[in-house]
């Protein structure tokens, strides 16, 4: 079975950057939708960004857009998520997604998915 590892999270000020990674154990040439969703106790996983491997187009909610960036390395079987202008709502544990569809949901949706990562801790301080 697919496993996605995310790392990258750590501790940052207000202001800052980081990039998150995460790494599929396998690689299969099927349309897929990856994402990057977040959660804070308590709450239901948002989404954050989508990417569609056959175009590579991607998406964003507003809460994140103009700031967060999510690509993909095909050779490293790799996804990204850059933020940027990092702010202390965006404190959460992240996860990284995947799912053999022939789309990406909008809005983004956690039940679309049926891989996920363990999580990898954000934590923005002001």
């Known amino acids: 079975r697919l496993q996605l590892v995310e790392s990258g999270g750590r501790s940052v000020q207000a202001g800052g950057s980081l990039r998150l990674s995460c790494v599929a154990s396998e690689y299969k040439y099927y349309s897929r939708c990856m994402g990057w969703f977040r959660q804070v106790p308590g709450k239901g996983r948002e989404g954050v960004a989508t990417f569609y491997s056959d175009d590579s187009s991607t998406y964003y909610p507003d809460s994140v857009k103009g700031r967060f960036t999510i690509s993909h390395d095909n050779a490293k079987n790799t996804l990204y998520l850059q933020m940027n202008s990092l702010k202390p709502e965006d404190t959460a544990m992240y996860y990284c997604?995947?799912?053999?569809?022939?789309?990406?949901?909008?809005?983004?949706?956690?039940?679309?998915?049926?891989?996920w990562g363990q999580g990898t801790q954000v934590t923005v301080s002001s």
């Open positions: 997604a995947l799912d053999y569809r022939l789309r990406c949901p909008k809005p983004i949706t956690a039940g679309f998915f049926d891989y």
